[in-house]
């Protein structure tokens, strides 16, 4: 068993965070002792789905309607799978556009380093796709599709 402060510093959340899932339900199962909270390793895993979850962008409330699911058993498999289906359409999406920022930055660093090399920014702005490195063009096209 450990307490709130231990998986605060586990997981680096703030107390505070950790008191609001569990007012919001997030631990169901959550055991108290004289009225301190004890988390096992079940609220362990839990809390390791819930905050995959927050970060693959699902609010609370639908975190929330996940660990109801959890609570139902089998026979609610079918809308777990699909919501796991749905967010990771959701990071992916996500994952295309930071990929995109980053190919952006990648060519922006790019074209500064030429335009410190040359003095100038005429000879790297005049520059078509097909004359960059082909890593660069690559990025450049990338970012601006």
């Known amino acids: 068993m450990y307490t709130i402060g231990e998986i605060s510093e586990m997981f680096g959340l703030p107390v505070s965070t950790l008191r609001y899932y569990d007012r919001e339900g997030l631990f169901p199962n959550l055991r108290r002792s004289s009225g301190i909270r004890q988390f096992s390793d079940t609220e362990i895993e839990a809390l390791r789905v819930i905050e995959c979850l927050k970060k693959s962008g699902l609010e ?7 660990m109801e699911w959890c609570e139902q058993g089998s026979k609610s498999y079918p809308q777990r799978r699909a ?3 749905k967010q990771i359409e959701t990071v992916k999406a996500e994952i295309e556009r930071m990929n995109r920022v980053l190919d952006l930055l990648t060519y922006k660093k790019w074209y500064y380093e030429q335009a410190i090399a040359d003095g ?3 000879r790297v702005k005049a520059m078509k ?6 890593e660069i063009r690559a990025a450049y096209e990338n970012a601006h599709r």
């Open 129 to 134: 796709p097909e004359d960059m490195p082909e």
């Open 120 to 122: 100038n920014e005429e």
């Open 83 to 85: 919501l796991f289906e």
């Open 60 to 66: 609370i409330k639908d975190i929330k309607q996940f």
